[in-house]
Every structure is written in structure tokens, then in C-alpha cells.
């Protein structure tokens, strides 16, 4: 599937204009222009951007990795359990954020 300058950004998430950088810079692998506008492939549903030589690694629509679920058992509660007649709860889940 192809796609214009345009559309190339907004898969990207960045401007037109830096679009229209990487392309005279010849960074968008199998990128041609058809007349006066680029004709731009996908792969994988965005464009195939090479990397630069300088300055720190692009991050174009960068997928977010899935928040930590964490499951805590508290060994200290599990021992008052054993002297007590109602248990307290031993486990604790916490979901999202950092670890």
C-alpha cells in the first residue's frame, strides 16, 4: 500500500515538513516522487524510515509497554493468620505504573 507526504506524517505522528526532510534526505526506503508529490510504501502499516548518522534514535509512534501487574504476599500477615480467628487478606494486586 502507498501513501502521500501528508498521510505519511499523521501515521507518524510528526509534520509534514520533517516528512518532506526525510525524503529529500532519502531516509524513507522504496520512496519515489510522481511528478510534483512522493508516493511513500508501507510496511507493517507505517513508512520504513532509515536511521540517521547523528543525534539520538527516532521514535516514531513508539508503542508504550504494557503497564506491571504486580502480586504481593505479605509472609508477615500469613503468620499473624495463624494466631488469629479471622484471617486478614494475604495478597495485594497492584496494577499499572512502574515497578
Known sequence: MFVGSAQAAQLMGISVRRICQLLKGGRIQGAFKA??????????GMPKVSEGT???KARWRR???APVTIIHVNQQTIRQNQKQEKPAPVISVKRGGSC
Open 54 to 56: 547523528r543525534g539520538p
Open 35 to 44: 511528478g510534483r508529490s512522493w508516493i511513500i510504501p508501507l510496511v507493517d
Open 63 to 65: 508503542k508504550r509497554p
